[in-house]
């Protein structure tokens, strides 16, 4: 398949700013891939499709406020420094990214915090890529916790508020390392958690710490030319044997996002089974793809050509899915990271 095959007209309009409350309120198309019929439902029917052996998997990445607004020293210009990756914690390095990068060269220092914290810039990596170093030495995701703003996607045409703290983040989110948030599980509540659970549904849980490749734009009109950008993954012996029963019980794996997909479709054994593992992945899914793991898909609409809408059409079926698309855009469903979402079963 082609980029181009992924393109389509959406109404700026439909792009949500504010997330809906609460949280499974939100619309569910359902696809159907064997018959290829749509239902319309809201998201907390999701507990209506799951039945008792079937299991749930999610992905527990946590969201840092990763966004910084600093200012140079001398000029005192602002300056944001996006973090993107800590290289070496006893050092406090960081890949990031700046804006306007124009402004910022190797030596310069950016303060924040009303000049009690600073980062030096040491290396050049990309146009707009930087490594700094840090100068505060205590706890740093505390800090940032206190100093930074969430990062929330370009497309959403506002600044972060203190509720995007809470709202930008899953209910079960755990483990800090996402600058951006796994969108498919904002949708679940606790209450609607516990509602699967007592179904006699287990709830896997792995990670995948999504970076700003989620939302890096394919260049390249030939799919199998284009490179993912690496993201640190793990899958526990706990997450395997919940997933590996269900398998064997041939009831369905139910996965919450294109990031847990990922990550699950990263450690797989030759028999089809999930396996524990730890490390990077830049897997790339698209037409035509054989799913080893997933038999359910949850997830939100996604932008188009964007390797997330390649891999929930390669799970659903190229045309079967933008067909959707064209749907949901008709009947004015709430597109991207706080929109509303799509099960393909």
Wanted: aromatic share 10%.
């Amino acid at each position: 398949m082609k980029l181009s095959d992924f393109k389509y007209p959406l109404p700026r309009n439909l792009i949500a700013k504010h997330p809906v409350a609460p949280r499974d309120r939100s619309r569910l198309m359902v696809l159907h891939r064997e018959n290829e019929t749509i239902e319309e439902k809201h998201f907390s029917n999701v507990v209506d499709y799951i039945k008792k052996g079937d299991c749930l998997v999610v992905n527990e990445t946590k969201v840092f406020q990763a966004r910084l607004i600093g200012k140079k020293e001398k000029t005192n210009a602002k300056i944001e420094v996006f973090l993107l990756r800590q290289l070496n914690a006893e050092d406090n390095i960081w890949d990031v990214i700046v804006d306007p990068a124009r402004k910022v060269r190797i030596g310069n220092k950016i303060y924040f915090n009303n000049g009690n914290v600073w980062c030096e810039v040491i290396d050049n990596t990309t146009s707009r890529g930087r490594t700094v170093r840090f100068n505060y030495t205590g706890d740093f995701f505390k800090l940032i916790e206190k100093i930074g703003q969430t990062p929330l996607p370009y497309y959403i045409k506002r600044e972060a508020t203190d509720k995007d703290k809470v709202s930008y983040q899953t209910v079960y989110a755990k483990t800090i390392g996402a600058v951006a948030a796994p969108t498919a599980g904002l949708h679940f509540t606790k209450p609607l958690i516990k509602k699967i659970e007592k179904k006699g549904v287990k709830v896997a849980t792995v990670l995948l710490h999504i970076g700003l490749g989620t939302f890096r734009a394919v260049e390249v009109e030939d799919l199998t030319k284009h490179k993912m950008d690496s993201e640190y993954f793990e899958v526990t012996e706990s997450a395997v044997a919940i997933v590996n029963k269900a398998i064997d019980t041939k009831n369905k794996v139910f996965v919450v996002g294109t990031s847990t997909c990922r990550a699950l479709e990263s450690s797989v054994t030759t028999d089809g089974h999930l396996k524990p593992g730890r490390g990077w992945t830049d897997k790339f899914i698209f037409p035509p793809y054989d799913f080893k793991i997933a038999d359910r898909l949850v997830t939100n609409f996604h932008m188009p050509e964007s390797t997330l809408l390649m891999l929930v059409a390669a799970f659903g079926g190229h045309e079967f899915v933008m067909k959707a698309y064209k749907m949901a855009i008709k009947q004015g469903y709430r597109f991207y990271s706080y929109g509303d979402a799509m099960m393909l079963i």
